[in-house]
């Protein structure tokens, strides 16, 4: 069985898609999973199911038709009649990268059912078209963090580097319950980005030195500085409106259960939200966000690398 971990970007979403850095990390115990059932089915078919256990037809999801015509032209084969079953914890449309954990399960999949090796690189690349489908103008990030499961410092169009973690950090993800497109939260960015009226271009750049800094704090452990930054990059990113309500509701409970800091994380206007939380405040924090209204609450330690 394939399987891929779920993602969420510490700082520097939207910014990202104008070149700026952006940090993000794996959340490994949420993750995606697929898995050949037949090998003697009449036509090739997907069978996902949905958090609910209920079958989703292979045909409403365009996206997950690329992923297999790209991989199939990778692999020189033509479709197999097979069904793969794909399975996923992660929640749809929350800033949490389920598409591309999805994608990148089925291209695995694939390439296991023809014991051909895809290389992590290309796995990506395939991944990045899919993306496009679900976002429009991706900035490859999440394909990134997924595919290659590990924490990135990520520069649109350059080298993946590798970031350097210098304690582990504890971080809660506080899901609103409510769904939001990417897609349509990085097509109103462009459109302030344009106008000349607006300070869209000066704070897609100061999101980026928020980035810059976060690395730094990052490396030396400074867990204090990091919570000042997500505070900073939350308030940016309110300001390029694709902050909510409740986002904005659960960044506030949690700065004052005493999470060292919180923002939006991913596509905004809904799905989560990240608090950096101590071992003295990860249960208050976590009851805090459940009373104002989180429908789930899933924590995550920030491993420290070597
Ligand atoms: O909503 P998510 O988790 O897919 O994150 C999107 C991140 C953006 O920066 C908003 C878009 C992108 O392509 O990088």
Redesign the pocket.
């Known amino acids: 069985m394939s399987s891929a971990s779920a ?1 969420i ?1 510490l700082f520097g ?2 910014a ?2 104008y070149g700026q850095p ?1 940090i993000a990390v794996p959340v490994s115990a949420l993750r995606a999973y697929a898995e050949v059932v037949s090998t003697d089915v009449e036509q090739f078919q997907i069978i996902a199911r949905d958090l609910n256990n209920k079958a989703i037809t292979f045909d409403e999801h365009e996206p997950l038709l690329k992923v297999v015509h790209l991989t199939l032209e990778r692999l020189g084969k033509t479709i197999p009649d097979i069904a793969i079953e794909v399975r996923s914890d992660i929640p749809i449309a929350s ?3 389920s ?1 591309a954990a999805i994608s990148t399960v089925i291209v695995r999949a694939l390439a296991d059912y023809f014991v051909f090796f895809l290389s992590d690189e290309i796995v990506n690349q395939i991944v990045f078209e899919s993306e496009k489908l679900h ?1 429009g ?6 394909n990134t963090v997924i595919v290659y499961e590990k924490a990135v410092y990520f520069v649109r169009e350059q080298a993946i580097e590798s970031i350097k973690i210098a304690t582990p950090l504890k971080l809660l993800i506080g899901n609103t319950g409510r769904t939001a497109l ?1 897609k349509h ?2 097509g109103d960015v462009a459109r302030l980005y344009e106008d000349k009226s607006t300070n869209a271009k000066q704070i897609v750049n100061q999101i980026g030195i928020i980035a810059e800094k976060a690395r730094v704090a990052l490396e030396n452990g400074d867990a204090e500085l990091l919570g000042k930054l997500m505070n900073e990059n939350h308030r940016l990113l309110r300001d390029l409106t694709v902050s909510s309500n409740e986002l904005d509701t659960l960044v506030k409970v949690a700065t004052d259960a005493g999470a060292y800091g919180a923002k939006l ?4 206007r809904g ?1 989560n939200m990240i608090a950096l939380v101590s071992d003295e405040t990860q249960a208050v924090v976590e009851q805090a966000l459940l009373d104002a209204g989180a429908v789930s609450v899933v924590s995550t330690i920030l491993e420290a690398t070597d």
């Open positions: 993602k970007i979403e939207h990202v898609v952006a800033g949490l990268g598409g976002h103008t991706p900035s490859g990030i999440d990417t939260a990085v994380s991913g596509g905004g799905g």
